[in-house]
């Protein structure tokens, strides 16, 4: 069911932000301070992550003049504002939403795990990618028909979900940070990379962010519309991905292993840059897998996923830059979909004697045999509003640290934090230090 699910979701992310052409400032960095950085950037690959509270002013990309001579007739006098740039600024500002966070202590089962926690799987929302003349709500996403479709829940950035929102609910839950893909969609790069600018500077104690780039029919943006993308800000992002490399199984609907030609450049570019590179696997991609992994033993490569979770230990025997996150736990179930909601996800988590045996049967031994590749996600946002909702994030994290105390102590605190630390070349030490 996840499989369907969280395909149908980038299947139509796509499809609607492709569908829609935005005539919206241009999506490259031309300014020369940000190729400077760039240049700066590819050569020296070792990236400062400790000052995330630091990215630039917001930048206005203004269009270039137009040519002007007797025969251009003035602009009317009466001329309105830009109404694009209104919208998007107001958008953008929803898009963060209030930052007043009522934070009231959980109350962790000393029982349980009760260390730093990290979810190595988080969906933040898309802004609206309506233009901005058709109306706030015209985004496809908000008709009738799919309002219908998504259940009145499919979570939209500044309509239904803010990063404020997003971040205190991590705060509510007692997970101490998430590994964030951000949607970057091709119409809407600039508003939406602004959208992570902002994010990091309020909230870069908790987000690692991922940038999700989705392209025209495929799901990965090529290696040189990626370069500009990650020119706007050099140093913002920290991983690329979720890549979905399965079939959905439609006829044009191609399974990408990893050394398909779509990717040409941008394994190259995360070793450059210091990503991490997060996939969703499709069935038989091992052997594709191996020869990446062996050709960039200094990019981490995290999956998630039922394609490969049986052979993941294969690979994790012949390669140290592997990592998996477990995410199917709550009895091997993905309950984080619309047929759900919180008052169901609670009480169906609630009775943990079951649940537990069944997870720790299919996970145990596979992180105890590799303690240094597994962690633990949620893979929750997709496509339901109702898996923001504090009380759900302490049952999920409630759960994962009932899940984590049943594992080899000398195991627990690499599952649950630093194993995600290392993946993101970050010191153990100074994030402990900086929480
Ligand atoms: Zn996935």
């Given at each position: 069911m996840r499989y369907l699910t969280n395909r149908n979701f980038a299947l139509l992310s796509v499809a609607f932000a492709t569908a829609i052409t935005v005539a919206c400032a241009e999506a490259g960095a031309t300014d020369p301070a940000s190729t400077e950085a760039a240049d700066s950037a590819s050569a020296s690959p070792a990236i400062d992550r400790s000052n995330t509270a630091d990215f630039q002013p917001e930048t206005t990309h203004t269009p270039s003049p137009r040519p002007t001579s007797a025969a251009t007739p003035p602009p009317p006098p009466d001329r309105p504002r830009d109404v694009f740039a209104d919208v998007w600024k107001k958008r953008i500002e929803r898009a963060m939403g209030d930052e007043s966070c009522t934070e009231s202590p959980h109350q962790l089962n000393p029982n349980f795990y009760t260390g730093p926690l990290i979810d190595t799987h988080y969906h933040v929302p898309h802004l609206?990618?309506?233009?901005?003349?058709?109306?706030?709500?015209?985004?496809?996403?908000?008709?009738?028909?799919?309002?219908?479709?998504?259940?009145?829940?499919?979570?939209?950035?500044?309509?239904?979900?803010?990063?404020?929102?997003i971040a205190c609910s991590l705060r509510n839950e007692g997970t101490d940070g998430a590994f964030a893909f951000f949607p970057v969609f091709p119409q809407i790069a600039d508003q939406s990379i602004e959208v992570v600018r902002l994010s990091m500077n309020q909230y870069g104690d908790i987000f690692f962010p991922f940038i999700n780039a989705g392209g025209a029919g495929t799901p990965t943006v090529e290696n040189e519309e990626l370069k500009v993308r990650l020119d706007f800000y050099p140093?913002?992002?920290?991983?690329?991905?979720?890549?979905?490399?399965?079939?959905?199984?439609?006829?044009?609907?191609?399974?990408?292993?990893?050394?398909?030609?779509?990717?040409?450049?941008i394994f190259d570019t995360a070793s450059s840059e210091g990503l991490a590179v997060y996939f969703h696997p499709g069935v038989d991609q091992i052997d594709s897998f191996s020869q990446v992994l062996s050709a960039y033993p200094d990019v981490s490569f995290i999956v998630h996923g039922e394609q490969i979770e049986n052979e993941i230990t294969q690979l994790m025997a012949l390669h140290d830059n592997i990592y998996f996150t477990v995410d199917t736990l709550y009895g091997d179930q993905y309950l984080l979909h619309q047929g759900e909601n919180a008052e169901s996800f609670v009480e169906k988590v609630s009775d943990y004697g079951p649940l537990l045996e069944k997870d720790l049967g299919t996970w145990k031994e596979?992180?105890?045999?590799?303690?240094?590749?597994?962690?633990?996600?949620?893979?929750?946002?997709?496509?339901?509003v109702w898996t923001f909702d504090i009380d759900v994030g302490r049952a999920i994290s409630d759960y994962a640290r009932a899940f984590i105390a049943e594992l080899d102590p000398a195991v627990q605190d690499r599952f649950a934090y630093e194993n995600a630390l290392r993946a993101m070349n970050r010191d153990v030490d100074e994030w402990l230090a900086a929480r």
């Open positions: 609206p990618d309506s233009q901005p003349l058709q109306g706030e709500l015209s985004s496809p996403y908000l008709d009738v028909a799919n309002l219908e479709r998504f259940n009145h829940e499919f979570p939209l950035l500044g309509v239904n979900m803010s990063a404020a929102e140093g913002l992002f920290e991983g690329y991905g979720e890549i979905p490399l399965y079939s959905a199984g439609g006829p044009d609907d191609e399974a990408l292993p990893p050394d398909s030609a779509v990717f040409d450049g596979a992180i105890e045999t590799y303690p240094d590749q597994f962690f633990w996600g949620t893979d929750r946002g997709g496509i339901a």
